[in-house]
């Protein structure tokens, strides 16, 4: 199995910055996509950004606003969030898939006006 833990979360004032980090430990198969995802209150989950094989998505939200990298090695993604806006705060979610797909348990982001 493979285990998720998201940490970086906290709350920060609009026009900041946060970064993100997701590691990923267990059965990992080296062939993966890693990404981001987040959940505001009463909203559904929505895509933020991932990283697969060198190429980055980004939703169009975020776009040249956020950065996403990864470390192979250490199995580790981050996400880079610069010029923060209130329309930011959610719960954000790790994602790893392989050959079945994992999450983490979340870490809050708020962006305060």
């Known amino acids: 199995q493979v285990q998720l833990v998201e940490s970086g979360g906290g709350l920060v004032q609009a026009g900041g910055s946060l970064t993100l980090s997701c590691a990923a430990s267990?059965?990992?198969?080296?062939?993966?996509?890693m990404g981001w995802y987040r959940q505001a209150p009463g909203k559904e989950r929505e895509f933020v950004a991932d990283?697969?094989?060198?190429?980055?998505n980004y939703a169009d939200s975020v776009k040249g606003r956020f950065t996403i990298s990864r470390d192979n090695a250490k199995h580790t993604v981050y996400l880079q969030m610069n010029s923060l806006k209130p329309e930011d705060t959610a719960i954000y979610y790790c994602?790893?898939?392989?050959?079945?797909?994992?999450w983490g348990q979340g870490t809050r982001v708020t962006v305060s006006s």
């Open positions: 994602s790893l898939v392989d050959y079945a797909s994992y």
């Open positions: 267990g059965n990992i198969f080296s062939i993966n996509r």
């Open positions: 990283i697969f094989s060198g190429n980055t």
